[in-house]
């Protein structure tokens, strides 16, 4: 059928359907006039109209569904997944002495569990089932990152079940087994034993603080997920194996109990306590004990106490010392020996009185192997911080008041020459296995998409992008595109893959934050832009107070993922975040969300936020880095000052200073000392100094290249200036604010045909950038095409004063008197409100009158306008620069004429 | 652990991306939790509970389709863009229900059909699909929101947001392409 003809069907029948049934017949009659197929077509459809009630109203599902279901009630098969309450078995996942585990499905939220379900002997029992429910209610109180989370218990056909969070990983058990196997070693490598010992640590120091004691510390009880976070499992529910009253035998929580369910594997009394052995009351300390003989069978690769049968066993517990540590694994640190000793002791007065002081042992202890592990081996700063970190460490381990030096490796040659072998070994077959697998060299954060379009939310996704940009970079051995790269991804959701393909990377992580009221829900994915392929997704649903935690979480995981062998000191700057006070950080990111803008009404907003964040903590760096720029800012915002600019850059100067005294670590902090000196303090050296700091300390900070680089060119240093500007661009191609700064430096160094190329290119990443536009202008008016110069400088020049250089174009272009209007409408602004006196000067240059010029350079300099940094190459003062005064100007900013 | 809907989100993103393969793939994966999601249904229709259809395309998608994994902007998004998949599995699961029934014959009438014309073919989603794509030649948008409707299970409102054109048009479009479906069903023009 023709389209006209089918149109023509359609308003008849919309038309017809307007009217009452009874005169649709006439009024078809009419419309048609003597084309009867239209009007029996037309007629016919919609006699079915009158039949198509209900008619495809519900969902093709549920039409399947009751088609599906008249089949089932004549063929009677069994139901396919065996529901228990709430929850769909999906598969078994194993059985312990605590009953069968099963992966399950909880269909109200569309969420994986475990659902265990208990030996049927426990129902019965009503005391142990409200104590059952209280353990449960206990446990899923704590709310610790290493202890598994419990969602729900309940009953059903006279079985008690506990559903609790899926973790997947393996046991400890596997991971122990996996050591021996892979790694062909007994025990786990100690590093990562001393971390897993770490956080069972302190998931038992929670618990023990909420009153719960485990009872049943075993490997098969400590899951270890594949980014090495570990989850205690089964809080307390030992306890309810155990008898009421204690008797002879001594009904300890792996010993058999009696079930009717035939089928259930019981433990080995291996991890018990002297006490829980002899059926005695326990308290805490029984914990510390079965911990330490875990500590000691990670490391040794073989339990302290063996025996043939469960009773030998026992019996080694209550009587054997266990061989030392060194005789399994010989580089044991002396420390190691001794806190496993201490938990160890038979008598629980003798071993540790409670778990935080296991915890602040083992915190030292790994504190102490980092640095060992550290100090031989710098990744790659320039020599002279190698050397002194060579000083320090050495001063550190010589130091006679520390009674434990560090160095086991140095009173160990022979052994640590083992060791490593062994380590080589370890490599090289890890290599072997992974063989298939290259790992991820390269990444790109997109933009996480703000949920909901809050724009009071928008820092929070704009904030964890940034946060994860800056704490992934911290690996060196990973390429992470920075924040301006990737901005103009910026709300625009769509073809991941696309987007890894254009910036270069191998893959790309996006996310979506989701904020209701206090609730946070972070999606992140990560796919392989060579075939698109997911590589990972993870949604973490935390409280907003928990921010910082699931994006140290994030970056870990992600890191995990990407299989990026980080060193000690890189992981910890991974998760660094510098303050425990999620408030804090909240208002951090703030402030950054609005020192990123131009509008210098913002700025001030950003002062304002890393201020508070300030107060909420003092000693967090990194707000006082986030000062610097919008207090410096505010004297090139010329126009709307928010505070007198030698006051603003005093607070500058502070902030940096303070910035740095918090954490002399913080690539951030010595940029932010860079800038000072550049700008403010006109001290070129320690600005040298403190850039080539901030880029050894984090590679991918790619405003220190930025910055640095025009230091460079500030300098009359073109080539060094370009070659910083090339590696900075060879690493990230597309980042808007290198090609900027590259059409820049061919501005200044006079190739107006590239300038013009690249600023074009430069505006093609980002149309909007306004510092583009201007020196597109600057640069147009140096070829003589005034009117695309005016039209640039008039484009987009939000928050910045281009009225100088507009005035210049028109002085250029014979356009005299408008130029004077610009004049004196600073001039006018001048009397009530600070205005760049360098926009001044520029102006009366251009008209050529000298003395007022040189005036004005004069108060820019005395103010400390920020431009005159670029007045050794500013083209625009060539009228001015065989003048002696112009040399003298130079020689106090600190430079040779 | 591979979870079945992050296998099946997997698949449907690379067919979605022009993998034609994948589909093969993907169908049986689909077949099961389909069959599940069908008795969860019925199992609460027959305990009288009038269930929303709108939650039960909720739970299916839930099921079926790892939301985390594509990137979708809103609800009537994602299933705009999940409504021709699920056409397919469902049409796929019922045509292998339709074998199964006869014994793998591959007789296209069932008994039902021949005993009440018409009125058998309403509730057949093989039919449907069939009718569906006839009704596409014609007019493909029709065809479309009645995709989105009874495959997809887009509301009106979403079905605008999907297709850009007024609710006005969104809802001269049904009512017009069920009276066309109905009798192509029936056996009338076209659909003989």
Known sequence: MGRDRWRQIEELYHAALERAPDERAAFLAEACAGDSDLRREVAELLGYDGEAEGFIEGHALAMEARQLDSEDLKTTQAPAGREIGAYRILTPLGRGGMGEVHLALDPRLGRKVALKLLPAEFAHDRERARRLEQEARAASALNHPNIITVYDIGEIDGRRYIVGELVEGETLRQRMADATRREMRQGIEPSEAIDLALQIAAALAAAHEAGIIHRDIKPENVMVRKDGLVKVLDFGLAKLTERQTPTADAAAPTQPVPSTDAGIVMGTPRYMSPEQARGEKVDARTDIFSFGVLLYEMIAGAPPFTGATPSEVIAAILRDEPPPLAHYASATPPELEHIVNRALQKERTARYPAMPELLADLKRLQRQLEREEEAPHPVSPPLSDVATARLNSAAETDEPAAPQPAGFLKRHKLSAAIALVMLLAAVAIAVYFSVQETAVDSLAVLPFVNVGANPDAEYLSDGMTDSLINSLAQARRLKVMSRSSVLRYKGKEGDAQAAGKALGVRAVLTGKVTQRGDDLIVNAELVDVRDNSHLWGEQYNHKKSDLLAVQAQLARDIAAQLRIRLSGEEQQRLTKRGTENPEAYELYLKGRYYSGTVDAKKKAQAIEYFRQAIAKDPRFALPYAGLVEPYMSMTRVNATYAIPPKEALQKAKEAAAKAVELDDTLAEAHLALAMVARVIEWDWNTAEREFQRAIALSPNLTEAHHFYAHYLVEQGRFEDGLAESRRALAFDPLDVGMNFHLGWHYHHTRQDERAVAQLQKTLGLDPNHSGAHGVLGQTYAEQGRYPEAVAELQKNQRGRDSRGHLARIYALAGRRDEAQKLLAELQEEAKHKPVSPYNIAIIYASLGEREQAFAWLEKAIAERDSNPTELKLDRIFENLRSDPRFADLLRRMGWQP | ?192
Do not use: C
């Open chain 2, 1 to 192: 652990m591979a979870s079945d809907s992050a296998e099946v989100t997997q698949l449907l993103l690379a067919w979605r991306a022009g993998d034609a393969a994948t589909l093969e793939r993907l169908i049986p994966l689909v077949h099961a939790e389909l069959r599940r999601i069908a008795r969860g249904f019925m199992q609460k229709e027959r305990a009288g509970h009038s269930l929303q259809t709108s939650a039960l395309v909720n739970e299916a998608y839930l099921r079926l389709i790892d939301a985390r994994q594509v990137a979708w902007q809103n609800r009537a998004h994602f299933f705009a863009i999940s409504a021709s998949l699920m056409r397919r599995v469902l049409v796929d699961a019922a045509r292998e229900r339709q074998a199964r029934k006869r014994g793998g014959s591959a007789e296209r009438v069932a008994l039902d059909d021949v005993l009440a014309p018409g009125s058998g073919k309403r509730e057949d989603v093989v039919a449907l699909d069939e009718a569906l794509t006839a009704l596409a030649e014609e007019d493909e948008r029709k065809s479309k929101v009645v995709e989105l409707r009874f495959f997809g299970g887009l509301n009106e409102t979403e079905i605008v947001e999907a297709l850009q054109v007024s609710p006005e048009t969104v809802r001269r479009d049904w009512r017009l392409a069920k009276a066309w479906l109905l009798r192509f069903l029936s056996g009338g023009r076209d659909g003989a």
